[in-house]
Structures are given as C-alpha cells and as structure tokens.
C-alpha cells in the first residue's frame, strides 16, 4: 500500500488543522498506521499511532491532549486532527503504514506545517 499526506499548512498559534493520509489500497484490519514528525535538526519522532481496531491509540506526550488520530477503514483514510497549536509544532509531518504481517511500511512524503507564534 502507499500513503500520501495533505492538509498542512500556516496557522497561528492556538489553531487547528486536520492532516489527512490517503492510503492506496485497503488498510482495514491489518495495517497500524501513525504520525510521524521531524522539525529541522531534529530526528524524526512519533506523535501519534492507531491501531487496525483503533483501540488504545497512543500519543507523544507534548501532544496529549491536543492532537487526536482517527481511522476510516471504508476510506483507506487516517487522519490527525491537531487542535491548540503552537510554535513547537512545526515541523514536516508524515505518515507510515506497517503491515502487521508481512512487515513492511510505507511512508508518504510529508506535508509541511508552520505555526506562527
């Protein structure tokens, strides 16, 4: 399966905005999808992962309570709803797929988001 991201953007601090990952082909019951991030100089890190029953979905914890990860296995689709943004979000998100049993991934590209202080 490929993945492919959209919906960054420029926000002011204290916005939202939703990201969304389309997938290419069916991730229902066996694929564990999440959200990754990398600010400039910094290593790339987990923000947010779901799993196939979208149960237990786990958080970085600067996240917590902030950002949100969501499934819609009908539409291939994953999203990340980021709400309260700040400064230090900013970065190039990404998302990954991993099949459960054959074990390989799938990265998008990326797409860029800015918060303005």
């Known amino acids: 399966v490929q993945v492919a991201e959209s919906g960054g953007g420029l926000v002011q601090a204290g916005g939202s905005l939703r990201l969304t990952c389309q997938a290419s082909?069916?991730?229902?019951?066996?694929?564990?999808m999440a959200w990754y991030r990398q600010a400039p100089g910094k290593q790339r890190e987990l923000v947010a992962l779901?799993?196939?029953?979208?149960?237990?979905?786990r958080y970085l914890d600067a996240v917590k309570g902030r950002f949100f990860i969501s499934r819609d296995d009908v539409k291939n689709t994953v999203y990340l709803q980021m709400n309260s943004l700040q400064p230090e979000d900013t970065a190039v998100y990404y998302c990954?797929?991993?099949?459960?049993?054959?074990?390989?991934?799938?990265w998008g590209r990326g797409t860029q988001v800015t918060v303005s202080p």
């Open positions: 990954r797929g991993r099949n459960l049993w054959s074990r390989i991934e799938s």
């Open positions: 082909d069916r991730i229902g019951e066996n694929y564990l």
């Open positions: 779901i799993t196939p029953r979208a149960d237990n979905p």
